[in-house]
């Protein structure tokens, strides 16, 4: 679960970090009252949504004028005037694709003077199995663009968890961002807070761009970007009410409510199977007779009459999908569940789009003897690859 800009600072805050004083505005009419409650002379006002990029994003509305969702103002008149015209207008970046996001919440911020911009993030390293730093010199741009041509100047300090964060990790990263002096105190200090909100509150990514060094020689964290590993929100719950649920995909939203491990994808053929696994290896011979998964969608081991057909729902709302795959070994799935889902679900939605199911395992008669009777336009399949072969071909002609 990621959460916004200004949540993620009032969350490092809290934990002592060096951030800048600010005020988020929901409505236009608080935009005056809020820059109003910030020192000068100079006023940041920043759209708050999911993606980053936002500084070199655009509106898609022409009266939202023309500079990006990052915005710099000389006086209070002119930071409200800013946050009014990003209300409610739509940010493209290049992380939210081409539809953009709408903009419900604007930062506005005590602006800052900037000597150099840092990058820093923290993250779960899978290859050493370890929290770990990562930092460059190269901070505010592009990190990926970073990692591409220079990755040499993207330096990784892996943190041992059997000793947690020591001061010396810290004053390795000071030295590789070239830090001196106070900094590197300040460094120190400021990466121990880091690791210890990142541990604490179950993260799973914490990123600084940029971190930077003000004009006093101060650091201070200039953005942040706060993923928190969703399995662990149970015993987060200050975290969980942070949630916003406007900047979730709807389908994702609908699917989490009923339990179901749902991503949608931009392809034309939905899938519905139960396991991880299996769900992967429907989506790679989808790819490999030639179609796109519309969605990863793994029903789970125990799933209801009712929980399929939510599944079942959630797959036809997608507009983009042009037949679907119900592909299920059932183990601990019983197919005859399966099938009473899929059946429900038919009837109360109908069925627009070409249906292929490849039904294995337990109940496996009882499963097929229920579609076979419910009158359903069902294309039945043998195996993994002529269920794929079969939705290909109807979808593709
Ligand atoms: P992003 O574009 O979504 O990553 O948003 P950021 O919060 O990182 O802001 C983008 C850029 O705006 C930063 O890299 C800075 O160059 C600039 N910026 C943000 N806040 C300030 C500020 O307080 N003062 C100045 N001078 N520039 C700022
Ligand atoms: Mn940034």
Same mark, same amino acid.
């Given at each position: 679960m990621n959460i916004h800009e200004y949540q993620a600072k009032q969350l490092l805050r809290s934990y002592g970090a060096p951030v800048s004083d600010g005020r988020v505005v929901l !409505?236009? %009419? %608080?935009a005056k009252t809020a820059a109003g409650a910030l020192d000068g002379p100079l006023w940041v006002v920043k759209a708050q949504i999911h993606a980053g990029g936002r500084g070199k994003g655009s509106f898609k509305?022409? /009266?939202? @004028? #023309? *500079? @990006?969702g990052i915005r710099l103002a000389k006086s209070v008149e002119e930071a409200a005037d800013e946050a009014k015209k990003m209300l409610g207008k739509t940010l493209v970046t290049h992380q939210t694709g081409p539809s953009g996001k709408q903009v419900g919440r604007i930062y506005i911020e005590e602006g800052s003077d900037i000597e150099r911009e840092l990058y820093l993030a923290l993250l779960v390293d899978r290859v050493s199995s370890r929290i770990s730093f990562v930092c460059s010199t #190269? @901070? @505010?741009?592009d990190i990926e663009e970073v990692a591409a041509s220079?990755? #040499? *100047?993207i330096l990784s300090f892996p943190v041992d968890p059997a000793t947690g964060y020591q001061p010396f990790h810290g004053r390795r990263i000071a030295f590789a961002l070239g830090l001196s002096g106070q900094q590197v105190k300040q460094c120190v200090k400021l990466m121990g807070i880091l690791y210890n909100a990142f541990v604490e509150k179950d993260m799973e990514m914490l990123e600084i761009n940029p971190l930077i060094v003000t004009d006093k020689g101060d650091l201070k964290v200039l953005d942040a970007k706060l993923g928190f590993d969703s399995n662990a929100l149970y015993r987060q719950a200050d975290v969980a #009410?942070? !949630? /916003? %649920?406007? %900047?979730? /995909?709807p389908k994702e939203l609908q699917a989490s409510k009923y339990d179901l491990n749902y991503i949608a994808l931009d392809g034309e053929i939905g899938c519905m199977v139960n396991g991880a696994g299996l769900a992967m290896a429907t989506m790679d011979i989808i790819k490999l007779y030639g179609a796109e998964p519309a969605n990863f969608l793994d029903v789970g081991g125990g799933a209801t009459k009712e929980k399929v057909t939510e599944a079942f729902k959630i797959i036809t709302s997608d *507009?983009?999908?042009k037949g679907i795959l119900v592909n299920i070994f059932g183990g601990i799935m019983r197919c005859d569940v399966i099938a009473e889902g899929v059946i429900a679900a038919v009837k109360e939605v109908g069925l627009e789009v070409p249906l292929v199911v490849r039904l294995e395992g337990t109940n496996v008669e009882q499963g097929k003897t229920l579609i076979n009777e419910s009158g359903l336009n069902v294309i039945a399949a043998d195996s993994l690859s002529d269920g794929a072969q079969k939705i290909v071909k109807e979808v593709k002609g």
């Open positions: !409505r236009a %009419e %608080e509305e022409s /009266d939202a @004028g #023309e *500079k @990006g #190269e @901070g @505010g741009m220079t990755p #040499e *100047k #009410e942070l !949630r /916003d %649920e406007t %900047e979730e /995909d *507009k983009n999908v």
